[in-house]
């Protein structure tokens, strides 16, 4: 089966432009995660849905980072304005459900914020 | 708060020997507990998961890890290091409290030395 497909792969941008993600989660998985990986670190979760409503977004900077999942299935997360601390890799992930069930990992974004 | 110390940032193995890497939990309730790979450029793979079964757990690649109760740890292990397996590996927690969000480690980078 594919896995989680995202684009672009990689992203250099100015600060204070605006930067967007895509990421299209295996098909029938309900449950779709947005992480921010900055070097040196774990994934740190921004924002999960289930189908097309928000789970959780507790740790998503609301002033500047907005996600959206329509009809259940892709999703975008976009970036405006971007501030140098921005920099790191977006990850996206799916599940079947949101609770045990194992997540899917796509392969990033890397995004550099000059 | 649910949280994960992953002991050492790096650690150097001659090829064909043993691999630790250590990971230490903090969890109120009982967890759910996860070993993924990160290959250079790639998004994140499971190894392997614990969720309340069998205490050794045996994943991918001949990767095993035990959870220890008594001593919060979930220590991942190979008997014998491979070049392939030279990558950043990540332990998570996920449970009750968190609404089963997995918390991850810092990471640890495993060199591989022919």
């Known amino acids: 089966e594919a896995g989680v497909a995202q684009s672009p792969r990689y992203k250099i941008i100015e600060k204070r432009q605006s930067v967007a993600f895509w990421c299209n989660p295996i098909?029938?998985?309900?449950?779709l995660y947005w992480y921010q990986q900055i070097l040196g670190q774990g994934p740190k979760l921004l924002i999960q849905?289930?189908?097309?409503?928000?789970?959780?977004d507790s740790q998503l900077p609301k002033d500047r980072f907005s996600a959206e999942r329509l009809k259940g299935v892709d999703s975008t997360l976009k970036i405006q304005p971007a501030k140098l601390e921005d920099s790191a890799v977006y990850l996206c992930?799916?599940?079947?459900?949101?609770?045990?069930?194992?997540?899917?990992f796509g392969p990033g974004t890397r995004l550099t914020v000059l | 708060a649910q949280s994960v110390t992953q002991l050492g940032s790096h650690v150097s193995v001659s090829e064909g020997a043993l691999v630790l890497l250590r990971c230490n939990y903090s969890s109120s309730v009982p967890p759910y507990l996860f070993w993924y790979v990160q290959y250079p450029n790639q998004g994140l793979q499971l190894l392997l998961k614990?969720?309340?079964?069998?205490?050794l757990v045996k994943g991918i690649n001949g990767f095993e890890a035990e959870f220890k109760k008594s001593e919060t740890s979930f220590h991942l292990t190979k008997p014998s290091a491979h070049m392939r397996d030279a990558a950043e590996y990540f332990c998570?927690?996920?449970?009750?409290?968190?609404?089963?969000?997995?918390?991850f480690g810092s990471g640890t980078r495993l060199l591989v030395r022919p």
């Open positions: 992930a799916s599940s079947l459900d949101r609770f045990t069930d194992t997540q899917y």
């Open positions: 098909s029938g998985h309900a449950t």
């Open positions: 614990y969720t309340s079964a069998a205490t």
């Open positions: 849905f289930q189908n097309n409503g928000v789970v959780d």
């Open positions: 998570a927690v996920s449970d009750s409290d968190s609404s089963y969000k997995l918390i």
